[in-house]
Structures are given as C-alpha cells and as structure tokens.
C-alpha cells in the first residue's frame, strides 16, 4: 500500500504544489462540485470507466478498424468492368477493336465469372483473326477456376479469412482490455479510499495532541503542570503535523490517479474529494459471483486465452496457403461466344472454348522460408498459450490464498485496533489519576494510530486482490 502511494506521489510531483497542512486540508474538504455526490461509489466509478475512459474509447476503434478490414478484403472479390481499345491506324491492314465486360471473382475455386460484348471494324491480319466479329459484334460468357494450387485457399480467400479471424481477435482483446482497465479503476478507487481513511486518521491523531495543547496551557498558567509537557507535546505536534502533510499529499497523489478512471459524461477526468469518502466499512464489502468457478472452465472463458487461439488460428490458414503453394498452378476458362450481325460466314454461330493453362515452379525458396516461418510462428503462439494456461492457474490459486489470508488478517487488524484504543483509553486514565508518564500516553496513542494504518493497509490489499480476482474471474461488466 506505501509503495504504490510512493509510486503516485513520484509520478505526479510535477504537478502537484501543497499548501499549508490545515488550509490544504480544508480546501480539499470544501471543493466537491455541486453535481457529484456525496459519497462517491465504486460502481460509479466502473460506471464511467466503460463508457468515458480513453482506453476503452481506444479499443472499441480498433474493433470498428478491424470491421472496416473486413469489408475491404471482401472488396477483392467485388465486381468490375474491364474495357479495351485497339486501333491500328495506318498500314496494310487498318482496323480497330473494341469491347468491354464486367468481371465478378468468386469466393470458391478462386473462380470467376465474366460477360461482355466486343466488336471489330476493318481488316486484321490472319494471325489477329480472333478479333474479326461480325457487324453487331461478339457476345461472350465465361468462367474460370484453379485446379490443384488456389483450388482451396488463394491470396483473396487468405486475405479475408484473416481480416474475420483479427476481427474476433480484436474483439476479445476488447473484452480483456474491459476487464483490465475496471481491475485497474478498482485498485485506483480503493487506494483512493485507503489514503483518504489514512489521512482521517492522521488527523486524529493530530487534533489529541492540538486539543491537549491548550489544556495544558490553561494548567501551566494555574501552576499544577510543569511547563516542560508543554514543550513536549508542541514536539508531539510537530511530528503529527508532519503526518498530515504526508497523509494529505498521498491523498491527493491518490485523487489525481484515480481522476484517470473517474470522468464526466464529457471524458474530463474528475478530481474526488475528502468529503466523498465512503466509510470504512464499505471496504470490507465485496461480490464475487464466480468465487467458485473451476480452473478448467475459467480457462476455456478466459478472453487472452481465446484472443491467443485466434492467432494460432491465423497461422493454420497461411499455413494452409504456404503449403499450396509446392502445388502446380493449373488454371481452367470455358468461354461461350456468339457473333450477331452480317459478315463472314466463319464468324456465324456461337463457339465454345476451354482453354486448360499450367504453370509448374522449379525451385522453392520463397515458399519454403515463408512456410517455415509461419510454422516457427504457430509453434511459438502454441507455447504461448500453454504459457498463459499456467499463469493463469497459479494466479488463480494464489489470488484464493491470498484472498483467505487477507479475510484472516483484517480480522486480526479490527481487534488489534480496539486492544489499542482500550490501552491508550486506560493510560490516559493512569495519566490523569498521575500514575502514569505522558510519554507512555503518546506511545498508546501512537501504537493505536499504526494499528489504524494496519487495518487500512489490510483492508486495501483485501479489496486489491479482490479486484485482480474479479478480472481473472471476468466478473466485471462489460
């Protein structure tokens, strides 16, 4: 609990400038705006955290990205008009030829349709016949296919499947980073929290000895005090005042952090005051509604785990892509064309083509490095992931322990506190009946304060790991 308040002042000295310990501290108190509650919830806090904080408003861009992603790889498989123009302007055989028609790719057989029309005006040399039509031109209809390499899996059909499998990536990542940044808002809440009951007590501590000053001051002047426990306890004061000022900082350290967390309708940060506080009881309170959940089930839920699986997924299909990839490319078109009009007799009638075209590699370097990458790759997410398993079952059985010992000590800490007050409350009993020393009374007091600050500290590391149990346990709401 000191560490991270240490960590926070640290963090934040450069902005932060206090103020005398008791004018800083009634401006803290007088400061809350008139449209916040009183007492400041943790719900309301997680509340905004979902809908306002810059790293939630972050991630669901990047899912919208991915959706994006996805319609633009689905956009290779979009229809298009393909047109031509050809014009032999002088020579022997002056002619021209145009046409135009409209592609559509498939997304199976890395196939595709097509249709058009082309004409022809002039005369062609024998060896351009094919573009001869007659007078009302060439109607055409095809369709081609992969036989062999591109029959299962091609550039588009990979480019596509992996945009879908990063969408779902990003949207468990998504659901992680919601479950990460409440976890993170709960411990800021909670250390918010604990510094402002630190500083509460803090202050109590200070006002026994602010309050005793000035009845020591009235029994000096009566002369049945020694003037030296005035003395004394304005060094009891300077040491306490001391307290507060450190107290008060880390409060407010605590405040700014949590500010991270807790924003307006509008994503400003709000700063939380002393007087939104909630009670110390409330931190003993907690809800864990999958408290129980066995550590097989957590792990197939587990939004890292499923987000890894979908990587792992990715790899498979290049892979299935690089391995295609040793195959011959052997390429099949059936064409149906029609000639319409007047002209040459051989150009009557509709013809049907199949041309069958291949394509055989003779080395593979390219292939074999890629192949073998990704294969290093997939290997590596699988370790990953057997990784994250593990982590994620020793997390969970120690956050149970912890958990267990946390409840044993905050127990423990309640009743060191009320041993403490009866102690201090029977010194000071001794002290005013004049059988004790003031320096043990201001020792009881003090061993009474560290109990305070015991049972805080105990209290916050409960709520702490209640907080990295609920993220675990994908308890919070999404």
Sequence with gaps: MKELLTSLLILMTASASLAETEKASADTKKSASANIASKLALEEVLK?????????????EKVIS???????ARGNFDASIEGE???RREGYYPGKHYGAKVVKPLQFLGAKVYGGWRRSEGNFPAYEGERLTLDEGEVIAGLSFNLLRNFNIDKKRLKLGLSQLKLQESQWKNKETFMKLQKEASIAYWAWVAAGHMLKVAEDLLSLSVNRQDA???RIKKGDLAALYSVENRQYIVKRRSKVQKALADFQMAALYLSLYWRDNKGMPIVATLDQVPNLEDMELSSLRNKDLRIKDLINASFSLRSLGTQIEMANQSQEFFDSRYLPDVKVKYEVLEDRGVGSKTLQGMDHKIV???????????????????Q???????HEMRLLEDNLKVKVNQLRAKLDASIKIIKNAREEVSLGRQLEAGEKQKFRSGASDFFVVNLREQNTFDARLRQIEA??????????????LMDYAL
Excluded: C, D, H, W
């Design 356 to 374: 069958v075209g291949i394509e055989i590699p003779l080395e593979y370097n390219l292939i074999k490095g890629e192949a073998r990458a990704n």
């Design 376 to 382: 290093a790759k997939r290997r590596i997410l699988k």
């Design 216 to 218: 020591f001051e009235k």
């Design 459 to 472: 209290l916050f590391t409960y709520q702490e790991t209640i907080a990295k149990y609920r993220e675990l």
């Design 48 to 60: 905004q955290t979902r809908t306002q904080a810059p790293k939630i408003l972050m991630s669901l």
């Design 66 to 72: 991915s959706q994006e992603k996805v319609k633009a």
């Design 85 to 87: 123009y050809y014009n």
